[in-house]
């Protein structure tokens, strides 16, 4: 036998992929902090690319800090810069304290494209990297994450700056308290025209907090107290539901893009218009002024550059004010979002182009964000281009000639006229493509029938992501957020049903037990974020209310007791962590009462990119009520909606989607139960359903031998058994239901 230490010996010895060495002027670290890092370099697979310019000959970082024990792959980015950074915590605030430093916090996310600039520019530059070593405590924060860190340090750059956005850079006292903020700034003076770079801005603070600390925190102390009032401020107020409904769609009536779709102007959010709602609305009062400008939105972006015409799914937002040029990122929650409204859409108004839509975006989710069972958070909008730099936009951009190059000519022609390669250049010599022609004009301009022209479309699609596929790919944030998958489980959930795809409702399956497995601990508490096997941070208001809604929607698309016991559980935790009383002002706060004693409880106030947690809950709580008609849910729903009473009154806008709870609670919900023998087929009476996708009602479809046990959870089923051995839908409202019926037509009558 030959010894083990020969062996060892002989064997090729494997460079590492980094050295856990601290960067220049670092304070010296614990022995528990070295040995950590130690290990985790050591543990590093023999294909890790360190994300840094700083390497030594082998290509092995120079530097290591304490990032790199971190799960989110925003902070792991950065932790092989020169900058010492910490993650935000106990151990950065002692040494600040420890060492009479300001803190520099710089919050961002993984596929945010200005944090990347402000990385190379300023955090891979070794002397700005000593210096901020040596004169403060560098500590980054993952806002998706630490959504609670986030609405601290954005309310500071707002007050003092008057605007906000991503990175924002905020300087704090030892005890966290901030004094001075901004978002990006360019490195040096002079740098992209600013008159006084990063460098500099860094130096003066550096020199005033040696000079006047004891006025600088006296500033802090007050500007605190200033955000935390801001963000805890009480807005409630019994309102008119009616009347503020009504002065919010006339909001959005007022903003609306008479040409592209949309809200006027640029940049172009898709939030920031609401189909859904408008169609809702619209459809129920049978004004075709809102749907014709709801489906003109989601034309115009299906049509635009913002919609991936080859991979589906859909970028972050329109530079341009027609939906043209995108800022790149992908995000799992803008999808979610999207591909339910436009299943809806495509099923109310018989769109089989709407739906189509719906089904490429659920396609792309799932076959590019699917991890661990659940879902990934984004994608980047930078990718590499061949010259090894991160171009924003590169892999989803092409050339005239780079479609020559790839496709027959027949379907480059085709190509060309469809996507818009024959136009303006959008993008610094590249095009992003966009349907720039029906296909009944391409097929005149080719002298083809159009059926011949979609073949030939399809084709040159399909050859072309292929080769798309081949490039270097945008980098992947792989957190599972609760919150979010919480949406994608209610689009995959709701999207199933209405595009009569069982697989997707089981997709959605898959991610709600994987979010309810390996983000929930062992005393039953959710978290934020799962990486690698690693649980995030304690779970914020949002992360309970989006997944309660997923998994009340993946109820109502299966007639599983076992989903809607889930949610129930999830809102016990609400009431017993979040939900604030009539005397703190009712509604709920963001943190739970036991987080981070260093934050104010932020009680969230407006809709954005997504909704907010109470307008999650509300439109929870009045599912919850419709499914168990026990009305204390409708009551806190209520109680919610009053919470933002103030808001709501002056403008309703900031809630869109609290908006669509105030049109359920006008528009007389009713509930749908379709039971049917075992065996049976019910699919005449589901699509009787799905043509009426947008009316505000909750539907349960059970097998009768499982009516007991689903009526155990949703009494709403309980007795509703099938008719003359027939699939038989059941119309209530708050329990009073109609005659029940087993003819399709008839129930449709009854809708």
């Not at 810069?81 to 151990?91: H, I, S």
């Not at 004891?214 to 107020?237: C, H, N, P």
């Not at 061949?386 to 892999?395: A, D, H, I, L, S």
Request: net charge negative; proline share 7%; charged share 25%.
């Amino acid at each position: 036998m030959i010894p083990l230490q020969l062996v060892l010996a002989c064997s090729p010895r494997v460079p590492p992929r980094a050295h856990p060495d601290a960067p220049p002027g670092a304070a010296p670290r614990p022995r528990a902090v070295r040995s950590a890092l130690a290990e985790a370099v050591a543990a590093l697979p023999p294909d890790y690319q360190p994300r840094t310019r700083h390497v030594d000959d082998h290509g092995a970082a120079l530097w290591s800090n304490r990032l790199l024990l971190e799960a989110s792959p925003y902070l792991r980015q950065h932790a092989h810069n020169p900058v010492d950074w910490f993650p935000w915590g106990d151990e950065a605030f002692e040494l600040a304290h420890e060492l009479g430093r300001p803190l520099l916090v710089s919050v961002g996310y993984a596929t945010c494209h200005w944090c990347h600039v402000m990385e190379e520019e300023s955090f891979e530059d070794p002397e700005i990297g000593r210096f901020l070593n040596e004169h403060y405590i560098a500590v980054k924060v993952d806002r998706e994450e630490r959504p609670d860190v986030d609405a601290l340090t954005m309310a500071a750059v707002q007050a003092i700056r008057g605007d906000g956005g991503w990175p924002t850079t905020v300087w704090m006292t030892p005890d966290g308290q901030p004094f001075y903020a901004g978002t990006y700034f360019p490195a040096r003076d002079g740098d992209r025209g600013a008159r006084v770079g990063f460098l500099t801005i860094a130096t003066q603070i550096a020199d005033a907090w040696q000079a006047r600390r004891a006025d600088i925190e006296g500033d802090a102390s007050r500007l605190t107290a200033e955000l935390t009032r801001r963000l805890e401020t009480r807005t409630q107020k019994e309102i008119d539901q009616a009347l503020a409904l009504d002065y919010g769609l006339a909001h959005f009536v007022g903003i609306a893009d008479p040409v592209a779709g949309g809200p006027r102007g640029a940049p172009k959010f898709p939030s920031s218009l609401p189909p859904g709602l408008l169609l809702r609305a619209g459809l129920q009062r049978g004004d075709d002024r809102l749907v014709s400008i709801a489906t003109q939105a989601l034309e115009g972006m299906a049509a635009g550059g913002i919609h991936d015409q080859l991979g589906g799914g859909f970028h972050r937002y329109s530079t341009d004010d027609r939906w043209r040029v995108p800022h790149f990122e992908k995000m799992l929650y803008d999808n979610a979002l999207l591909a339910v409204t436009y299943a809806e859409a495509g099923a109310a108004l018989d769109r089989p182009d709407l739906s189509a839509v719906a089904l490429d975006t659920l396609s792309w989710m799932d076959r590019e964000l699917s991890v661990s069972g659940g879902f990934a958070s984004a994608l980047d909008a930078d990718s590499l281009a061949p010259g090894g730099e991160r171009v924003e936009g590169w892999c989803y951009t092409w050339t005239p000639e780079e479609l020559d190059a790839l496709l027959p000519p027949d379907q480059a022609a085709a190509g060309r006229l469809r996507w818009g390669l024959d136009g303006e250049v959008e993008l610094e010599g590249r095009h992003v493509l966009y349907r720039a022609r029906p296909v009944a004009e391409v097929a005149a301009a080719l002298g083809r029938t159009e059926d011949e022209t979609r073949a030939l479309l399809d084709a040159a699609r399909q050859t072309l992501l292929d080769a798309r596929d081949q490039r270097p790919q945008p980098l992947r944030d792989d957190k599972i957020v609760a919150e979010w998958n919480g949406l994608a489980i209610a689009a995959f959930a709701r999207g199933g049903v209405l595009l009569d795809r069982p697989d997707l409702v089981h997709r959605a399956e898959t991610a709600a037990d994987a979010v309810l497995t390996l983000l929930v601990d062992d005393d039953g508490r959710l978290h934020r974020s799962w990486r690698s096997g690693v649980r995030g941070p304690d779970a914020v208001l949002e992360d309970h209310a989006g997944m309660m809604w997923g998994l009340i929607t993946l109820f109502e698309a299966t007639g599983q007791p076992r989903w809607l016991r889930a949610a129930i559980r999830l809102d016990e935790q609400v009431q017993a962590h979040f939900e604030l009383d009539a005397a703190q002002g009712g509604g709920w706060a963001r943190t739970a009462e036991d987080h981070d004693r260093r934050l104010p409880r932020a009680r969230p106030r407006d809709d954005g990119a997504f909704p907010s947690g109470p307008s999650l809950m509300v439109a929870s709580l009045l599912r919850l009520h419709a499914l168990t008609l026990d009305d204390r849910y409708r009551q806190r729903a209520d109680a919610g909606i009053d919470s933002l009473g103030q808001v709501l009154e002056k403008a309703p806008w900031a809630l869109s989607d609290m908006l669509t709870s105030l049109w359920w609670r006008q528009a007389n919900p009713r509930e749908v139960v379709l039971s049917w023998p075992d065996g049976a087929d019910a699919a005449p009476m589901r699509d009787v359903l799905r043509r009426h996708a947008l009316q505000a009602r909750v539907e349960i479809p059970v097998a009768d031998s499982q009516l007991a046990a689903v009526a155990a959870v949703a009494p709403v089923v309980e007795g509703k058994h099938p008719r003359d051995d027939k699939p038989t839908a059941y119309v209530c409202t708050l329990g009073v239901c109609q005659a029940p019926v087993t003819d399709p037509a008839a129930l449709d009558a009854l809708l």
